[in-house]
């Protein structure tokens, strides 16, 4: 088995696709560390009319609550959205009340917000280059027939596919801390893992339940979003794997989860309308989210809901596709 995945992991490397990734990821990190950094610039500068590091951040946030107050206003606005409206509130209050800055740059901060933004479509599409080909590119390539003429059983050469993909996938979600923290640490000049940030907010009643939340450091905060991260990661390279092997070719493989994961984005605008939605993988994927409570408040769905149902999701798309793969009678 070992050999089988090393064997598989040096198929991906010769296709060059972790320097596609390493080049991707670098792009868009500088581009986000550098809008990040100018957003960061601007704001100070509206509010505090300062250039020091030190600066006074409680009349930005002060501001933003009355932002947000505002809002609520609106005579059509949504009740699910009205609801993380008043979270955010209760949010920054707590900010207030225990003096936590939410404002501040740094490299630690700077990667945190990253895999949170990223989950639902930058960190997937990255998985969609490995995984979607997985065995579809064995047909495309018209290299099953020969693969499948070696002594070893089929489900050792699915599980070695499989499991290769799995180890792509975590050094893909390392790769991501790693850039993204070196290029944090070059435009913000700080590390900030010693930095506190609250977390376990809790939804009870539409209403923050403050009995939750503890204060921790960033380097763990950054443990636990990342460990999400690559949860994420495998569950869409199991579905991806899945599909590579119903559809037998590589662009409708990729195809196919690029519209799912778009679709995601769409059915999230209409959630409260649809409820059925929230049973979609892609809809589930805002799993960071759920350490900061920034997510937009749905009934029955947090992230024991949306955890378990990503798993089931990736659970039953391997099963199928083994039981697909194995009735296929791909030397015909």
């Known amino acids: 088995m070992i050999k089988l995945i090393s064997n598989e992991i040096k198929k991906i490397m010769l296709k060059k696709k972790l320097l596609l990734v390493l080049a991707i990821l670098l792009v868009e990190i500088i581009a986000f560390a550098y809008g990040e950094n100018n957003t960061n610039k601007k704001?100070?500068?509206?509010?505090?009319?300062?250039?020091?590091?030190?600066?006074?951040?409680?009349?930005?946030?002060?501001?933003?609550?009355?932002?947000?107050?505002?809002?609520?206003?609106?005579?059509?606005?949504?009740?699910?959205?009205?609801?993380?409206?008043?979270?955010?509130?209760?949010?920054?209050?707590?900010?207030?009340?225990?003096?936590?800055?939410?404002?501040?740059?740094?490299?630690?901060?700077?990667?945190?917000?990253?895999?949170?933004?990223?989950?639902?479509?930058?960190?997937?599409?990255?998985?969609?280059?490995?995984?979607?080909?997985?065995?579809?590119?064995?047909?495309?390539?018209?290299?099953?027939?020969?693969?499948?003429?070696?002594?070893?059983?089929?489900?050792?050469?699915?599980?070695?596919?499989?499991?290769?993909?799995?180890?792509?996938?975590?050094?893909v979600v390392v790769e991501t801390a790693v850039i993204s923290l070196i290029v944090s640490k070059i435009t913000f000049h700080n590390w900030g893992f010693m930095e506190p940030l609250a977390t376990g907010f809790k939804v009870s009643g539409g209403k923050i339940d403050a009995s939750n939340i503890m204060e921790i450091y960033q380097w763990q905060y950054l443990l636990l979003i990342y460990s999400l991260g690559f949860f994420i990661a495998i569950v869409i390279a199991s579905i991806s794997f899945s599909i590579s092997i119903f559809v037998k070719n590589t662009a409708a493989s990729i195809s196919i989860m690029m519209a799912a994961l778009i679709g995601g984005s769409i059915l999230q605008l209409f959630i409260d309308d649809w409820p059925f939605a929230k049973y979609f993988f892609s809809v589930n994927l805002r799993l960071p989210q759920y350490l900061t409570g920034s997510f937009k408040v749905v009934d029955g769905m947090n992230l024991t809901f949306s955890m378990i149902v990503l798993s089931v999701w990736a659970v039953v798309a391997v099963i199928a596709g083994i039981l697909v793969f194995y009735k296929q009678d791909v030397l015909v």
């Open 43 to 171: 704001t100070q500068a509206n509010f505090t009319k300062s250039q020091s590091a030190n600066y006074n951040w409680n009349p930005i946030i002060k501001q933003q609550i009355q932002t947000l107050n505002n809002k609520l206003n609106f005579k059509n606005l949504k009740d699910s959205d009205r609801k993380s409206i008043e979270i955010q509130i209760d949010q920054y209050n707590y900010y207030l009340k225990n003096n936590i800055n939410p404002l501040g740059t740094s490299a630690a901060k700077f990667t945190g917000t990253l895999m949170q933004e990223s989950a639902t479509m930058l960190l997937p599409l990255l998985i969609i280059i490995f995984a979607g080909d997985s065995v579809s590119g064995e047909f495309s390539g018209r290299t099953i027939k020969v693969l499948l003429t070696r002594a070893v059983p089929r489900w050792k050469i699915l599980m070695s596919k499989f499991l290769s993909i799995i180890i792509i996938s975590a050094v």
